[in-house]
């Protein structure tokens, strides 16, 4: 939804780390904490992994710096779309992929600091957790919702996509499905990983919305834990819907939209942390009962 301009700093902490059977990174980073900044500006949200001091005896910089990075491509201004692999070292046989998206709208940003706090710890036991800061980093960089095309991506989707309004509109939804390179390369990203769960977090609307699907007890589980109402979302054209095709790519997949408020407050952001560790575990017995 729309709401205020503003940018969050998001700082990825990155290591090397020998990959996981889903995914072979395209590059290794070194065995030294590299620090990669997904969007710079000033705010008193300041992320929650760049706060770890770097010390030989520290677990969650060790574990930060055994995270791996991977460019899964490049948006329509050549930046690259980011997917950031947590400890993938550590993954058991059998685990359950599970992704969190950070950015898709983007003036709508505070789910980053949430992402930061995920990559600073470790996973839940079977689950396979992957982090996409923004999957519209050019919008993320000139804190507007669409992509540089003025694409809304979150209407760009194949499934049920249909043509909405014209560049300008808040909606404009491309000149067709999957049109643009930023959804092209989330959707080739998915059908490799094929997640269990995908997380997308949006603003302002504080709430999630009701499910009757199997993610229905996960959303409200969330919903509890944070303390967001439980509502539906409307006041939109809802087709082409980034969340809805995940949930269409395979049978069984579950997605699901976090509308936070204007703002996250800083102390908020373990307290949805907590709540995507424990949904993800939600989706890994869904998952493994199947």
Known sequence: MTRRAS????????????????ATPTSVPTESVATTEIAASTTSQAPVASTTTSTSTSTTTTLVERNVT????????GRPIEVIH???????????????V??????????????DDLASGPAPSGVDLWLMPAMNP??????ARHNARGVDLNRNF????????????????????????????????????????TLWYHQDE?????????DGPLRQRYAELTGLPYLAVTGGTYTGVAATWTRQSRPGAMSFIIELGETLPVDEVAVHARAVREVATMARDVATNE
């Open 7 to 22: 940018a969050v700093a998001c700082l990825v902490l990155v290591g090397c780390s020998a990959g996981s059977p889903a």
């Open 70 to 77: 991977e460019v899964i491509g490049t948006s329509v201004e």
């Open 86 to 100: 947590v400890d993938p070292a550590s993954v058991l046989p059998g685990s359950v992929p599970v992704l969190v």
């Open 102 to 115: 950070g950015v898709i709208h983007g003036d709508e940003n505070d789910g980053l600091p949430i992402l």
């Open 138 to 143: 050019d919008g993320l960089a000139a804190d």
């Open 158 to 197: 194949p499934h049920d996509w249909t043509a909405i309004a014209a560049p300008g509109n808040w909606e404009y939804s491309g000149t067709g499905p999957a049109s643009e390179p930023e959804t092209q390369a989330f959707i080739a990203f998915v059908e490799r990983l094929q997640p269990a769960l």
């Open 206 to 214: 504080y709430r999630i919305s009701p499910s009757w699907r199997s």
